[in-house]
């Protein structure tokens, strides 16, 4: 599929005899007109990034308006690692939330290859600026790395490169994962470890190569560990392909598999004690409940379009998939129909056919237990239903399965793309006919999924009583602050307020995961959204559901006492809620405190109820 140098015009901007969907690794050649395209590439990916967020931006009172937990959960991430620098904290584990257990925050999205480095920015201007450089800069260093290592090392056409790489990093399931998922839209470590690990075959390199691969493989796993599983098998099966039905590949076998112990010994050398804690530390869990595993892809959604893009809406996105965050296989029609066009134009190729199978394997495997259709059970099970129990897999969330395939898709266009450029140029005479048939085909494919600015909502600011550290008295001696409602996936509120204050303020139950110790659980310490209910929190959840206070009884008051005792409560606080003077009657009633109103929240000091 290479084509002769003398097929390509003098001057051109690519190379070419460049490496072709085969594979071959050979460098762009430098020129000047070469770096204006490189940079005007990365510029439309800037573009591309603050088009996406620019609501965010613009508004500084705003959060994504479809996933403000998640939002405030990293808003909270970001000051965590703010304070491992600042207050050398013990990374992996965090008592500044769930009061007195504490969180896992291995087994959590601690993303500390990002919080880490970007201390400076949560420090300057607050763990909300961090968050959206995260999202934001994640998303433009996604396309850039992808550019650079399909234009230098897979493809070797600046073209064809921009317009995988531009897929990669904005195709629908990635807008849709911006939505308060920037560890998810942060993927620019995995075409690293693609190029690390294509280059493991060098001869005599083994050693040093083995070394970059085990570096990039760590950066990834302290920014999403489901991402590098899904990585690791994408390039186990696309290699075990060309290594089958590829003699050349065979050859370096020896250095590659020298070079990937090497990168398996340090990766597992670094990573051994980080995931012993997030498997066998305090507050570790046992793989996800069921009711998330259920979380699959329907068969519709993938000739769908998502909300976030031009085509879509919300109406007709809502019914396939579980929430706005999760839109992985929201591809639309006119591109289904092209990609599997292109696999079939490509179909000599062994690494086209090999990223073909994977998409569909992990198209089956994103369907579920069960396989659905229109927003309704078939009664025909998927090949999941016989993984999900197994360990690690029943960690995995089987829709982002097909999250997994828009980087295959990436591929294969930036492969299309390169091989009617070489049809372009190695006739001439139809050269204008090919063009005009490439771009109207990419148009009609890609027009209909170009992502929308994410919607946003406006926020309460944070209460004075927080920012003003007028909550620090009530929390000496190890008490915590209790936040009505309290936090839960819901409502995370709080760790925005804690963030604010860089984790200063410790927050009883939050919003996390962890293992869930009831005696009833099934099985054991299965994963549990926040922490394990108690009658109190049960309390003003339903005043919070309904609006309405639940009987109060004497045993209701006993045990509020308990649970206040119990979270070392020295001060509950009310701030603006729709069911604020319900919530303000309950804590009352259940404690025989009247609360005073002082910097925008309701306070109840409880000290005398828990000392």
């Given at each position: 599929?290479t084509t002769p140098e003398s097929d390509v015009p003098s001057g051109s901007d690519g190379p070419a005899a460049a490496p072709s969907a085969e594979g071959a690794s050979r460098a762009v050649r430098p020129s000047?007109?070469?770096?204006?395209?490189?940079?005007?590439?990365?510029?439309?990916?800037?573009?591309?990034?603050?088009?996406?967020?620019?609501?965010?931006?613009?508004?500084?009172?705003?959060?994504?308006?479809?996933?403000?937990?998640?939002?405030?959960?990293?808003?909270?991430?970001?000051?965590?690692?703010?304070?491992?620098?600042?207050?050398?904290?013990?990374?992996?584990?965090?008592?500044?939330?769930?009061?007195?257990?504490?969180?896992?925050?291995?087994?959590?999205?601690?993303?500390?290859?990002?919080?880490?480095?970007?201390?400076?920015?949560?420090?300057?201007?607050?763990?909300?600026?961090?968050?959206?450089?995260?999202?934001?800069?994640?998303?433009?260093?996604?396309?850039?790395?992808?550019?650079?290592?399909?234009?230098?090392?897979?493809?070797?056409?600046?073209?064809?490169?921009?317009?995988?790489?531009?897929?990669?990093?904005?195709?629908?399931?990635?807008?849709?994962?911006?939505?308060?998922?920037?560890?998810?839209?942060?993927?620019?470590?995995?075409?690293?470890?693609?190029?690390?690990?294509?280059?493991?075959?060098?001869?005599?390199?083994?050693?040093?190569?083995?070394?970059?691969?085990?570096?990039?493989?760590?950066?990834?796993?302290?920014?999403?560990?489901?991402?590098?599983?899904?990585?690791?098998?994408?390039?186990?099966?696309?290699?075990?392909?060309?290594?089958?039905?590829?003699?050349?590949?065979?050859?370096?076998?020896?250095?590659?598999?020298?070079?990937?112990?090497?990168?398996?010994?340090?990766?597992?050398?670094?990573?051994?004690?980080?995931?012993?804690?997030?498997?066998?530390?305090?507050?570790?869990?046992?793989?996800?409940?069921?009711?998330?595993?259920?979380?699959?892809?329907?068969?519709?959604?993938?000739?769908?379009?998502?909300?976030?893009?031009?085509?879509?809406?919300?109406?007709?996105?809502?019914?396939?998939?579980?929430?706005?965050?999760?839109?992985?296989?929201?591809?639309?029609?006119?591109?289904?129909?092209?990609?599997?066009?292109?696999?079939?134009?490509?179909?000599?190729?062994?690494?086209?056919?090999?990223?073909?199978?994977?998409?569909?394997?992990?198209?089956?495997?994103?369907?579920?237990?069960?396989?659905?259709f229109n927003n309704r059970g078939t009664g025909v099970p998927g090949p999941w239903a016989a993984l999900e129990n197994l360990p690690i897999l029943h960690s995995v969330v089987p829709t982002r399965w097909a999250?997994?395939?828009?980087?295959?898709?990436?591929?294969?266009?930036?492969?299309?793309?390169?091989?009617?450029?070489?049809?372009?140029?190695?006739?001439?005479?139809?050269?204008?006919?090919?063009?005009?048939?490439?771009?109207?085909?990419?148009?009609?494919?890609?027009?209909?999924?170009?992502?929308?600015?994410?919607?946003?909502?406006?926020?309460?600011?944070?209460?004075?009583?927080?920012?003003?550290?007028?909550?620090?008295?009530?929390?000496?001696?190890?008490?915590?602050?209790?936040?009505?409602?309290?936090?839960?996936?819901?409502?995370?509120?709080?760790?925005?307020?804690?963030?604010?204050t860089r984790l200063d303020m410790p927050l009883a139950r939050g919003y996390f995961l962890g293992p869930d110790t009831r005696p009833n659980a099934d099985p054991p310490k299965v994963a549990l959204f926040g922490?394990?209910?108690?009658?109190?929190?049960?309390?003003?959840?339903?005043?919070?559901?309904?609006?309405?206070?639940?009987?109060?009884?004497?045993?209701?008051?006993?045990?509020?006492?308990?649970?206040?005792?119990?979270?070392?409560?020295?001060?509950?606080?009310?701030?603006?809620?729709?069911?604020?003077?319900?919530?303000?009657?309950?804590?009352?009633?259940?404690?025989?405190?009247?609360?005073?109103?002082?910097?925008?929240?309701?306070?109840?000091?409880?000290?005398?109820?828990?000392?």
């Amino acid at each position: 599929m290479t084509t002769p140098e003398s097929d390509v015009p003098s001057g051109s901007d690519g190379p070419a005899a460049a490496p072709s969907a085969e594979g071959a690794s050979r460098a762009v050649r430098p020129s000047r007109r070469g770096k204006w395209a490189d940079l005007a590439a990365v510029l439309s990916f800037v573009v591309l990034g603050f088009w996406v967020t620019g609501r965010l931006w613009l508004d500084p009172g705003s959060d994504v308006r479809d996933n403000q937990s998640d939002q405030s959960q990293f808003e909270w991430m970001m000051a965590h690692g703010a304070r491992v620098v600042t207050h050398f904290a013990y990374p992996f584990h965090s008592n500044q939330m769930n009061v007195p257990d504490g969180v896992n925050l291995m087994a959590n999205t601690s993303v500390l290859s990002i919080s880490l480095p970007m201390t400076p920015i949560t420090l300057l201007f607050g763990p909300r600026a961090s968050f959206l450089v995260f999202l934001t800069v994640g998303m433009i260093a996604t396309a850039t790395a992808w550019y650079f290592v399909l234009s230098r090392v897979l493809i070797g056409s600046r073209g064809p490169a921009w317009l995988g790489a531009g897929f990669c990093a904005f195709a629908p399931a990635m807008v849709s994962h911006a939505n308060g998922h920037p560890n998810i839209v942060s993927q620019f470590v995995v075409p690293l470890i693609i190029w690390r690990t294509l280059r493991l075959g060098e001869p005599g390199r083994w050693l040093r190569n083995g070394v970059l691969l085990a570096l990039v493989i760590v950066w990834q796993a302290f920014l999403n560990l489901e991402i590098l599983l899904m990585t690791a098998i994408g390039l186990g099966v696309v290699i075990g392909v060309l290594a089958v039905g590829r003699a050349d590949i065979r050859s370096r076998a020896r250095s590659f598999l020298a070079g990937l112990a090497v990168a398996a010994g340090i990766a597992a050398l670094l990573l051994a004690y980080p995931l012993y804690v997030q498997f066998f530390g305090p507050d570790a869990y046992s793989g996800l409940s069921r009711l998330i595993r259920g979380y699959s892809s329907d068969l519709a959604s993938f000739v769908a379009y998502s909300r976030e893009s031009l085509a879509g809406n919300a109406r007709t996105a809502a019914g396939l998939a579980k929430n706005p965050t999760e839109e992985n296989s929201f591809f639309g029609w006119a591109l289904v129909v092209l990609v599997i066009a292109l696999v079939w134009w490509l179909r000599r190729s062994i690494v086209v056919l090999a990223l073909a199978g994977l998409g569909l394997l992990f198209a089956v495997l994103s369907l579920g237990r069960e396989v659905r259709f229109n927003n309704r059970g078939t009664g025909v099970p998927g090949p999941w239903a016989a993984l999900e129990n197994l360990p690690i897999l029943h960690s995995v969330v089987p829709t982002r399965w097909a999250l997994a395939i828009t980087p295959i898709i990436g591929l294969l266009l930036a492969y299309g793309a390169e091989r009617a450029r070489e049809l372009a140029y190695a006739h001439p005479v139809a050269r204008g006919q090919i063009r005009f048939v490439t771009a109207t085909m990419l148009t009609m494919a890609l027009l209909p999924i170009v992502p929308t600015p994410l919607p946003v909502a406006r926020l309460d600011p944070i209460p004075t009583f927080v920012t003003s550290g007028a909550w620090r008295p009530y929390v000496s001696g190890g008490r915590s602050v209790v936040t009505l409602p309290l936090p839960d996936t819901t409502y995370a509120e709080p760790l925005r307020w804690s963030a604010s204050t860089r984790l200063d303020m410790p927050l009883a139950r939050g919003y996390f995961l962890g293992p869930d110790t009831r005696p009833n659980a099934d099985p054991p310490k299965v994963a549990l959204f926040g922490a394990v209910p108690r009658p109190t929190s049960n309390f003003f959840a339903t005043i919070r559901r309904t609006g309405a206070v639940p009987p109060i009884t004497p045993q209701s008051r006993v045990r509020a006492v308990d649970d206040l005792r119990y979270w070392r409560a020295g001060v509950v606080i009310l701030g603006p809620h729709e069911h604020e003077a319900a919530l303000r009657r309950g804590m009352t009633e259940l404690t025989g405190i009247e609360p005073v109103f002082t910097g925008g929240v309701w306070v109840w000091d409880v000290r005398s109820l828990t000392d």
